[in-house]
T-cell receptor
Framework: SQQGEEDPQALSIQEGENATMNCSYKTSINNLQWYRQNSGRGLVHLILIRSNEREKHSGRLRVTLDTSKKSSSLLITASRAADTASYFCALNYGGSQGNLIFGKGTKLSVKP | DSGVTQTPKHLITATGQRVTLRCSPRSGDLSVYWYQQSLDQGLQFLIQYYNGEERAKGNILERFSAQQFPDLHSELNLSSLELGDSALYFC????????????????FGSGTQLSVL
Protein backbone atom coordinates (compact mmCIF):
# COMPACT_ATOMS: atom_id res chain seq x y z
CA SER A 1 0.00 0.00 0.00
CA GLN A 2 1.20 3.53 -0.72
CA GLN A 3 -0.64 4.86 2.30
CA GLY A 4 1.21 6.02 5.38
CA GLU A 5 0.28 4.60 8.76
CA GLU A 6 -0.07 6.94 11.69
CA ASP A 7 0.55 5.91 15.23
CA PRO A 8 -1.13 6.22 17.65
CA GLN A 9 -4.67 6.30 16.28
CA ALA A 10 -5.74 8.44 19.22
CA LEU A 11 -3.87 10.50 21.80
CA SER A 12 -5.20 12.32 24.83
CA ILE A 13 -2.99 14.75 26.77
CA GLN A 14 -3.21 17.71 29.13
CA GLU A 15 -2.64 21.28 28.04
CA GLY A 16 1.03 22.18 28.23
CA GLU A 17 2.25 18.66 27.48
CA ASN A 18 3.99 17.65 24.27
CA ALA A 19 2.26 15.48 21.66
CA THR A 20 4.15 13.15 19.36
CA MET A 21 2.62 11.44 16.35
CA ASN A 22 4.36 9.05 14.03
CA CYS A 23 3.95 8.07 10.40
CA SER A 24 5.50 5.07 8.70
CA TYR A 25 5.50 4.24 5.00
CA LYS A 26 6.76 1.49 2.73
CA THR A 27 8.17 2.94 -0.50
CA SER A 28 10.46 5.87 -1.24
CA ILE A 29 8.81 9.28 -1.27
CA ASN A 30 9.45 12.66 -2.82
CA ASN A 31 8.19 14.54 0.20
CA LEU A 32 6.03 14.04 3.27
CA GLN A 33 3.48 16.55 4.51
CA TRP A 34 1.47 16.92 7.69
CA TYR A 35 -2.07 18.27 7.72
CA ARG A 36 -4.52 19.11 10.48
CA GLN A 37 -8.29 18.68 10.32
CA ASN A 38 -10.67 20.14 12.84
CA SER A 39 -13.85 18.13 13.18
CA GLY A 40 -15.76 18.07 9.89
CA ARG A 41 -13.69 20.85 8.37
CA GLY A 42 -11.18 21.00 5.53
CA LEU A 43 -7.59 19.98 5.96
CA VAL A 44 -4.97 22.60 6.65
CA HIS A 45 -1.35 22.20 5.62
CA LEU A 46 1.11 22.33 8.52
CA ILE A 47 4.54 21.48 7.22
CA LEU A 48 6.33 19.83 4.28
CA ILE A 49 9.60 17.96 4.57
CA ARG A 50 11.52 16.85 1.51
CA SER A 51 13.16 13.44 1.22
CA ASN A 52 16.63 15.01 1.53
CA GLU A 53 15.74 16.86 4.74
CA ARG A 54 15.90 15.43 8.23
CA GLU A 55 14.18 17.99 10.40
CA LYS A 56 11.97 21.07 10.04
CA HIS A 57 10.44 23.48 12.49
CA SER A 58 7.43 25.74 12.31
CA GLY A 59 6.45 27.53 15.49
CA ARG A 60 5.57 24.85 18.06
CA LEU A 61 5.79 22.11 15.43
CA ARG A 62 8.81 19.96 14.80
CA VAL A 63 8.90 17.31 12.08
CA THR A 64 11.58 14.72 11.57
CA LEU A 65 12.08 12.36 8.67
CA ASP A 66 14.16 9.20 8.70
CA THR A 67 14.24 7.81 5.18
CA SER A 68 16.29 4.77 6.21
CA LYS A 69 13.50 3.75 8.58
CA LYS A 70 10.79 5.16 6.31
CA SER A 71 9.22 7.07 9.15
CA SER A 72 8.38 10.59 10.23
CA SER A 73 7.27 12.15 13.47
CA LEU A 74 5.34 15.30 14.28
CA LEU A 75 5.97 16.89 17.66
CA ILE A 76 3.68 19.59 19.00
CA THR A 77 5.23 21.29 22.00
CA ALA A 78 3.36 23.01 24.83
CA SER A 79 0.01 21.86 23.45
CA ARG A 80 -3.14 23.93 23.77
CA ALA A 81 -6.82 22.99 23.77
CA ALA A 82 -7.02 24.58 20.30
CA ASP A 83 -4.63 21.89 19.01
CA THR A 84 -7.42 19.34 19.42
CA ALA A 85 -7.87 17.93 15.92
CA SER A 86 -6.97 15.01 13.68
CA TYR A 87 -3.48 15.03 12.21
CA PHE A 88 -2.66 13.32 8.94
CA CYS A 89 0.57 12.50 7.23
CA ALA A 90 0.44 12.68 3.46
CA LEU A 91 2.92 11.13 1.07
CA ASN A 92 4.00 12.56 -2.25
CA TYR A 93 5.70 10.12 -4.59
CA GLY A 94 6.68 12.69 -7.22
CA GLY A 95 6.77 11.80 -10.88
CA SER A 96 3.73 12.85 -12.86
CA GLN A 97 1.46 12.57 -9.85
CA GLY A 98 1.20 15.58 -7.60
CA ASN A 99 -1.54 13.99 -5.57
CA LEU A 100 -1.01 13.13 -1.94
CA ILE A 101 -1.78 9.79 -0.33
CA PHE A 102 -3.14 10.30 3.16
CA GLY A 103 -2.99 8.02 6.15
CA LYS A 104 -5.95 7.49 8.47
CA GLY A 105 -4.76 10.07 10.96
CA THR A 106 -4.13 10.52 14.65
CA LYS A 107 -6.94 12.00 16.68
CA LEU A 108 -5.43 14.36 19.27
CA SER A 109 -7.41 15.56 22.25
CA VAL A 110 -5.88 18.25 24.45
CA LYS A 111 -7.67 18.74 27.73
CA PRO A 112 -7.60 22.12 29.46
CA ASP B 1 -10.01 30.66 4.57
CA SER B 2 -8.09 28.51 2.07
CA GLY B 3 -9.46 30.29 -0.99
CA VAL B 4 -10.95 27.05 -2.33
CA THR B 5 -14.74 27.17 -2.62
CA GLN B 6 -16.95 24.13 -2.66
CA THR B 7 -20.69 24.04 -3.21
CA PRO B 8 -23.02 22.86 -1.93
CA LYS B 9 -21.93 22.35 1.69
CA HIS B 10 -24.54 19.70 2.29
CA LEU B 11 -26.42 17.44 -0.10
CA ILE B 12 -29.09 14.90 0.75
CA THR B 13 -30.33 12.62 -1.97
CA ALA B 14 -31.73 9.16 -2.59
CA THR B 15 -30.15 5.99 -3.91
CA GLY B 16 -29.98 5.81 -7.68
CA GLN B 17 -29.80 9.58 -8.10
CA ARG B 18 -27.09 11.71 -9.69
CA VAL B 19 -25.45 14.76 -8.13
CA THR B 20 -22.84 17.30 -9.12
CA LEU B 21 -20.34 18.81 -6.72
CA ARG B 22 -18.61 22.01 -7.67
CA CYS B 23 -15.20 23.39 -6.80
CA SER B 24 -13.52 26.71 -7.50
CA PRO B 25 -9.76 26.58 -6.87
CA ARG B 26 -7.64 29.35 -5.40
CA SER B 27 -6.96 32.16 -7.78
CA GLY B 28 -4.01 31.16 -9.96
CA ASP B 29 -4.02 27.48 -9.06
CA LEU B 30 -4.06 25.20 -12.08
CA SER B 31 -4.39 21.83 -10.34
CA VAL B 32 -7.55 20.51 -8.76
CA TYR B 33 -7.77 17.34 -6.71
CA TRP B 34 -10.83 15.46 -5.46
CA TYR B 35 -10.80 13.38 -2.29
CA GLN B 36 -13.46 11.31 -0.56
CA GLN B 37 -13.42 11.00 3.23
CA SER B 38 -15.43 8.33 5.02
CA LEU B 39 -15.09 6.83 8.47
CA ASP B 40 -14.07 3.39 7.27
CA GLN B 41 -11.87 4.28 4.26
CA GLY B 42 -10.28 7.48 5.51
CA LEU B 43 -9.24 10.10 2.96
CA GLN B 44 -9.12 8.57 -0.51
CA PHE B 45 -7.68 10.29 -3.55
CA LEU B 46 -10.12 10.21 -6.46
CA ILE B 47 -8.74 12.25 -9.35
CA GLN B 48 -6.51 15.18 -10.28
CA TYR B 49 -6.84 17.71 -13.10
CA TYR B 50 -4.25 20.16 -14.30
CA ASN B 51 -5.28 23.03 -16.54
CA GLY B 52 -8.25 21.12 -17.92
CA GLU B 53 -6.56 17.77 -18.42
CA GLU B 54 -6.75 14.67 -16.28
CA ARG B 55 -3.36 14.18 -14.58
CA ALA B 56 -3.79 11.33 -12.10
CA LYS B 57 -6.47 8.86 -11.18
CA GLY B 58 -6.97 7.16 -7.85
CA ASN B 59 -9.75 5.05 -6.40
CA ILE B 60 -12.50 6.63 -8.44
CA LEU B 61 -15.50 4.45 -9.28
CA GLU B 62 -16.76 4.19 -12.85
CA ARG B 63 -20.03 5.75 -11.65
CA PHE B 64 -18.07 8.89 -10.80
CA SER B 65 -16.61 11.35 -13.28
CA ALA B 66 -15.01 14.75 -13.13
CA GLN B 67 -13.91 17.55 -15.37
CA GLN B 68 -12.09 20.86 -15.17
CA PHE B 69 -13.41 23.72 -17.22
CA PRO B 70 -11.51 26.51 -19.05
CA ASP B 71 -12.10 28.87 -16.12
CA LEU B 72 -10.40 26.17 -13.96
CA HIS B 73 -13.39 25.33 -11.82
CA SER B 74 -14.09 21.64 -11.50
CA GLU B 75 -17.13 19.44 -11.10
CA LEU B 76 -17.39 15.95 -9.69
CA ASN B 77 -20.38 13.99 -10.95
CA LEU B 78 -21.64 11.06 -8.91
CA SER B 79 -24.29 8.85 -10.49
CA SER B 80 -26.35 5.79 -9.56
CA LEU B 81 -25.71 6.71 -5.98
CA GLU B 82 -25.50 4.02 -3.32
CA LEU B 83 -25.71 4.24 0.46
CA GLY B 84 -21.97 3.65 0.64
CA ASP B 85 -21.28 6.81 -1.33
CA SER B 86 -22.28 8.88 1.69
CA ALA B 87 -19.12 10.73 2.63
CA LEU B 88 -17.40 14.09 2.83
CA TYR B 89 -16.03 15.09 -0.57
CA PHE B 90 -13.12 17.50 -0.63
CA CYS B 91 -11.64 19.50 -3.40
CA UNK B 92 -8.10 20.82 -3.10
CA UNK B 93 -5.97 22.97 -5.35
CA UNK B 94 -2.31 23.66 -5.84
CA UNK B 95 -0.20 25.90 -7.97
CA UNK B 96 1.74 23.50 -10.08
CA UNK B 97 1.15 20.45 -12.18
CA UNK B 98 2.62 17.97 -9.78
CA UNK B 99 5.31 16.79 -12.13
CA UNK B 100 8.53 15.42 -10.72
CA UNK B 101 10.68 17.71 -8.64
CA UNK B 102 7.93 19.94 -7.36
CA UNK B 103 7.16 20.16 -3.68
CA UNK B 104 3.68 21.50 -3.46
CA UNK B 105 1.16 21.70 -0.70
CA UNK B 106 -2.56 21.40 -1.18
CA UNK B 107 -5.19 23.91 -0.15
CA PHE B 108 -8.46 22.24 0.79
CA GLY B 109 -12.01 23.48 0.55
CA SER B 110 -14.40 22.92 3.44
CA GLY B 111 -16.03 19.98 1.69
CA THR B 112 -19.45 18.79 0.57
CA GLN B 113 -21.19 16.43 2.96
CA LEU B 114 -23.15 13.95 0.85
CA SER B 115 -25.84 11.85 2.47
CA VAL B 116 -27.47 9.15 0.38
CA LEU B 117 -30.69 7.86 1.93
Amino acid sequence: SQQGEEDPQALSIQEGENATMNCSYKTSINNLQWYRQNSGRGLVHLILIRSNEREKHSGRLRVTLDTSKKSSSLLITASRAADTASYFCALNYGGSQGNLIFGKGTKLSVKP
Amino acid sequence: DSGVTQTPKHLITATGQRVTLRCSPRSGDLSVYWYQQSLDQGLQFLIQYYNGEERAKGNILERFSAQQFPDLHSELNLSSLELGDSALYFCASSTRSGTGGTNEKLFFGSGTQLSVL
